[in-house]
């Protein structure tokens, strides 16, 4: 019966999710190859090649407690392991539990005879100790393997997956035929695209004797689960060995300890800088144990990774996307990287930008000024750099003509680009420490507000390499550290732009303060690093950013998904001003942000000469127009219905929809617009007023182009883009939206409880003209 409630349970956890797992499956592409074994892979980003995976369940991941199964963990494990079955890879599974299932089914079995018992003795008194007794391991074993394994086949039968058990122990590896015959059987199994589930054969197994193996590829004794799925992995030369759990990988000291760094991936030459702490509350493996399996596993040519296999949040896809490369966990590589990891970037990035935040106003100016000596002294360099990648993307025909002129360099370029930013070193004289409010709390009690760094920015952008001086200027400007991410197609222009940038940082010892990211980390690994990385600034196309908004979801991402931009033409609007403000805002650059998108039309304007120009204008410039749905009911013959009125086209492409009123317009553009920048053509003030004040966008222009919406037009100088965000910056985003504030007080000795009501101050809250400077004040952090 007990096990009857469980196998039940079981598949209402399961059932829900299979029929998705088809879907699934479908959708990640071709399969991986089968690949010549003997080596590793060296980087995350290979394990997406794994044909064949063991995945080690640890005790703790597999039960909830000492004597409990984990059913809803396990469902979603099972899920993971049979939709990468279904996908054609081939899975082994290596499980602890069954003792835990044992004696969790043994006790309920003894408490249920005690209680028979009970009451077929009441009032005899004769049964007074009625405590469970001491349940031994391997009778635990026993009991539980065959309830385990009928739940696995369970929860694998919801999603057409054929599983079998499979019992060892150390002698069946250490005996040649044993050793041959287990091998046999489970590329047999493997052949017919079942899953074996291995465990060892606790009912038997001697009790774990000292640690005194992992002496050599062909010695290693079974003794748990943890070198049991490494002797597997290798004996089955296997691409891949996940062990899950309760850890969230290898720390270099025992996790909770407040140095403790998880380790994103672990060589071989790294033991002595590990500190272990005390083995997982259930099972008789540690995390040394694992390590030292891991590496063993790792010298036979299987890749590792060590996980976290019951964090709630992650366990539903901590297998999947290990295999798609994700940084999941500690990944064991022989291959050491010649350069730092992008955590040591960081790191480096940030005491080094600790630095540059405390130099003097004019120190900072000096590196800025020159780095733009450099662009236009080294310009050959440069642009022999861009001419390779240039041809480069020429050759692989993958990127539009577009995207190639956003590539390219030119002289003219570098020169404009030095020009803006000897502007931004002048901007930048007054940018960091600069007092905002002082307030004389009391007698001899001041207070400052001053601006401040952030931090460390990540700058994610795509083929746009006058991108990396601009940003790296502005960081400089306002004293922040900067990661920056630069798209492969323009590698090697952002290499040596970036050698510039540390040439020029290093006339003041903080070279490291921009720091390039060449490493194979993707994206959403960096998106992740929520206590390393202050702030993100996505630099590319609208799909680009929203897929970092969707990552980053412990960091603030500065910037737009979408550049929904509208204009509104009122009925009483100039028509010479109409047709050039549409014609501007719609064809100067139809791919960028700030481009119209959707015209907005007076009702009384149609069917007028105005509306015929700008219908006109509009088909001379060769747009496609879309009609909206008002608009079509007024037509008999009407271009094509917009398919939403949500829609950034940018190209040459544009939706006409028709309002009755201002009031209607605005109530359209906060309904479907992006909140970037919306314009009204007006010759009523009173009309044009309302609009600016009840329109909730970044930027609101009155008889002024879309195309205004821009840092350098605003006199910014460079801007690192543009922000529809409620708080921090909004709007072209420029020096000043890459800096915060701290307060500052400065006392001489008083207590909160001078203020109190038995205390002898009084609080003045007088404020103080910020020109003001009273003597002996820094103004700089």
């Known amino acids: 019966m007990y096990l009857h409630r469980l196998l039940k349970c079981s598949q209402l956890l399961t059932r829900t999710n299979s029929l998705q797992i088809s879907r699934r499956a479908a959708s990640q592409g071709k399969m ?10 060296a980087h995350r980003g290979e394990l997406r090649q794994a044909k064949r995976i063991v995945v080690k369940l640890g005790s703790a991941v597999v039960t909830r407690d000492e004597c409990g199964l984990a059913l809803g963990r396990l469902a979603s494990i099972v899920e993971q392991v049979a939709m990468l079955q279904n996908q054609g890879r081939e899975m082994m599974i290596v499980t602890s539990g069954a003792v835990a299932f044992g004696k969790q089914r043994l006790r309920h079995e003894i408490l249920l005879s005690q ?28 009991a539980g393997q065959s309830g385990l394994m009928a739940l696995y086949e369970a929860m694998f039968t919801q999603y057409s997956t054929c599983t079998a058990q499979i019992l060892v122990t150390n002698l069946d590896f250490h005996d040649d035929q044993k050793r041959r015959n287990l091998n046999s059987t489970l590329h047999e199994l493997l052949r017919m695209n079942i899953v074996p589930i291995i465990n060892t054969n606790d009912a038997v197994v001697p009790p774990p004797e000292p640690n005194s193996d992992l002496q050599g590829v062909n010695v290693i004794s079974i003794k748990d689960n943890d070198s049991l799925a490494a002797r597997l992995a290798v004996e089955m030369r296997a691409d891949l060995l996940i062990a899950l759990s309760d850890v969230e990988g290898l720390y270099d000291s025992p996790p909770g300890s407040d140095d403790a760094k998880l380790l994103d991936t672990f060589y071989p030459g790294d033991q002595h800088s590990i500190t272990y702490g005390t083995k997982s509350r259930v099972g008789i493996g540690g995390m040394e144990a694992k390590v030292k399996a891991a590496l063993w596993a790792l010298q036979g040519g299987t890749s590792v990774v060590i996980a976290n296999g019951t964090h709630p949040k992650v366990t539903g896809h901590v297998i999947t996307d290990i295999v798609e490369g994700k940084k999941v966990g500690t990944f064991f590589s022989e291959v050491k990287p010649a350069g730092p990891t992008v955590e040591q970037q960081t790191e480096m990035a940030r005491t080094a930008g600790r630095v540059l935040s405390s130099l003097e106003p004019e120190q900072r100016s000096d590196i800025i000024c020159m780095f733009a000596d450099l662009l236009t002294e080294r310009k050959e360099e440069i642009l022999a750099a861009n001419k390779k990648d240039m041809e480069i993307a020429i050759n692989s025909g993958r990127m539009s003509p577009a995207m190639i002129k956003r590539l390219s360099l030119s002289s003219s370029k570098l020169n404009s680009l030095s020009i803006g930013l000897r502007q931004i070193a002048v901007s930048s ?54 990661l920056l991410k630069g798209g492969k197609e323009a590698a090697n222009t952002n290499h040596i732009l970036h050698e510039l940038a540390q040439e020029a940082l290093s006339i003041h010892g903080v070279k490291d303060a921009i720091q390039l990211v060449s490493t194979r980390e993707d994206v959403e690994d960096l998106c992740r690093l929520e206590k390393m990385i202050d702030l993100i600034i996505p630099r590319g196309s609208s799909q680009l950013v929203r897929d970092i908004q969707r990552a980053a979801k412990g960091i603030p991402v500065l910037g737009h998904s979408e550049g929904i931009c509208h204009v509104y033409v009122d009925h009483e609007a100039s028509i010479d001003k109409a047709l050039k403000i549409i014609r501007d805002s719609k064809c100067d650059y139809p791919a960028a942000c700030n481009a119209m998108e959707t015209l907005l039309v007076h009702r009384d304007l149609l069917r007028t000469p105005l509306f015929d120009q ?22 008999t013959f009407s271009p094509s219905e917009v398919k939403s009125l949500r829609t950034e086209y940018g190209d040459l492409e544009c939706c006409i929809e028709v309002v009755d009123s201002m009031q209607e317009a605005v109530d359209h553009i906060h309904k479907y617009g992006s909140s970037h920048t919306d314009v009204i053509v007006t010759e009523n003030e009173d009309t044009a007023e309302l609009f600016l004040q009840q329109l909730d966008s970044a930027c609101v222009f009155w008889n002024a182009s879309t195309r205004f919406a821009d840092g350098y037009r605003f006199g910014l100088g460079a801007e690192v883009g543009i922000s529809t965000a409620r708080i921090h910056a909004r709007g072209p985003v420029g020096l000043e939206g890459l800096l915060t504030t701290k307060w500052v007080l400065r006392g001489d000795g008083q207590t909160a409880a001078d203020f109190s009501e038995q205390g002898s101050m009084k609080f003045l809250h007088e404020n103080i003209p910020v020109a003001q400077l009273l003597p002996g004040h820094r103004t700089t952090s």
């Open 614 to 635: 700008i219908i006109d204008m509009l088909r001379t410039e060769q747009v496609k127009i879309h009609a909206g749905p008002k608009f079509a009911s007024y037509l």
């Open 429 to 482: 004289q007054d940018s960091v420490g600069r007092v905002l409010r002082r307030t004389r709390v009391a007698n001899n009690l001041e207070l400052e507000q001053i601006t401040v760094p952030i931090g460390v920015l990540l700058v994610i952008f795509e083929s746009r390499p006058d991108c990396l001086p601009q940003v790296s200027a502005l960081a400089i400007a306002s004293g922040n550290a900067l």
């Open 32 to 41: 991986p190859l089968a690949r010549a074994h003997g080596k590793s892979f």
């Open 115 to 142: 209680s028979v018992r009970q009451a077929l003795h009441s009032g005899q008194n004769q049964l007074k100790d009625m405590s469970l007794p001491v349940l031994e391991a391997r009778a635990c074993a026993a």
